[in-house]
């Protein structure tokens, strides 16, 4: 499956932004999606979360409260919402799918990557 992110930007601290993440071919509803950032000389960290159902989602405790994902099965597409946005935020986000098992929060457990969007949080 093919993933593309999109949505980022810059904002200031306590602003809103919200990415997508488009998958290709008729089986994305079948795959668990993650979320995970990369910010400047860090690992990449994971986000959050949703199942290929969408009915359960997980999130890191960095963002629990303010972040939140969801799905639309019939275009193919996740979405992270992200609020009260902080400079420590600032980072490539990425999306990811999983094809087995449950939710994975380590990024070894995804099998497909897009290739980044930068969210940039000023001060």
């Known amino acids: 499956v093919r993933l593309v992110e999109s949505g980022g930007g810059s904002v200031q601290a306590g602003g809103s932004l919200r990415l997508s993440c488009a998958g290709s071919g008729r089986t994305f509803n079948s795959y668990h999606i993650g979320w995970f950032r990369q910010g400047p000389g860090k690992e990449r960290e994971f986000v959050g979360a949703i199942t290929a159902l969408g009915g359960s989602t997980y999130y890191a405790d960095s963002v629990k409260g303010r972040f939140a994902i969801s799905r639309e099965k019939g275009n193919n597409t996740a979405y992270l919402q992200m609020n009260s946005l902080k400079p420590e935020d600032t980072a490539v986000y990425y999306c990811?799918?999983?094809?087995?098992?449950?939710?994975?929060?380590?990024?070894?457990?995804?099998?497909?990557w897009g290739l980044g969007t930068q969210v940039t949080v000023s001060s």
């Open positions: 990811a799918a999983r094809g087995a098992g449950g939710i994975s929060y380590s990024k070894n457990g995804y099998d497909y």
